[in-house]
């Protein structure tokens, strides 16, 4: 991979890492929610679940999109189906102070598991093998899910520090609760692009 080709995919990465999705905002939500900390398993789940779904697609998973031609559809409807039930569950998160809390952070799993249904990931992971290892190498496959390993863990650690210091003007109940049904309604606006694509 040239130096030219390295410098278009650390930048592709970045900003599809950084820019808003369903991870960022959920993890927004959960570090207003419960705090940096109790956010990191979420943080890798994603980190490290995006790099293993994108190693599996450059591999060979891209190839059930070519040769299954509704399978990109059916996924495109889960996904959507499962992100509206969690920006319910993000719109009626509660304080970890609460007694009666409703919700709690990711666990490294569910966050690794989220990826499989994420049309954002999707979106990137294709595009990403389609223009920075369309040879199926090995070694252009392993480049590209290791930059994109450096880069997403700072980028998605970004947003749970926004959503965490944000914890200072959250003081209230109905703040809180105004700023997770704001999380909720952008997380299923951040599907318009997938649904009219």
């Given at each position: ?8 995919l ?38 490290l ?53 409703t ?15 994420n ?20 070694w ?58």
């Open positions: 991979m040239t130096p030219d080709i390295l410098t278009a650390s930048v592709f990465a970045l900003v599809s890492s950084i820019t808003p999705g369903p991870n960022n905002l959920m993890l927004m939500a959960s570090g207003a929610n419960y705090g940096f900390r109790p956010t990191i398993p979420h943080m890798l789940g994603i980190g679940g995006f790099m293993f779904m994108l190693f599996l697609v450059g591999i060979g998973l891209i190839g059930v999109f070519d040769a299954i031609p509704y399978s990109y559809e059916t996924l495109k409807l889960v996904s959507i189906l499962y992100l509206c039930w969690l920006a319910w569950r993000v719109a009626n998160a509660a304080p970890p102070d609460e007694e009666t809390k919700g709690k952070p990711f666990t490294f799993l569910q966050a690794a598991a989220f990826q499989w249904v049309p954002k990931a999707w979106t990137m992971a294709l595009t990403a093998m389609t223009l920075y290892a369309p040879d199926r190498s090995l252009a496959i392993l480049v590209v899910t290791t930059v994109f390993g450096l880069i997403n863990m700072p980028s998605v650690s970004l947003w749970t520090l926004v959503g965490q210091k944000m914890q200072i003007v959250l003081t209230s109940r109905i703040r809180l609760r105004i700023f997770n049904i704001t999380m909720a309604v952008l997380l299923v606006g951040s599907l318009i692009p997938v649904v009219f694509q």
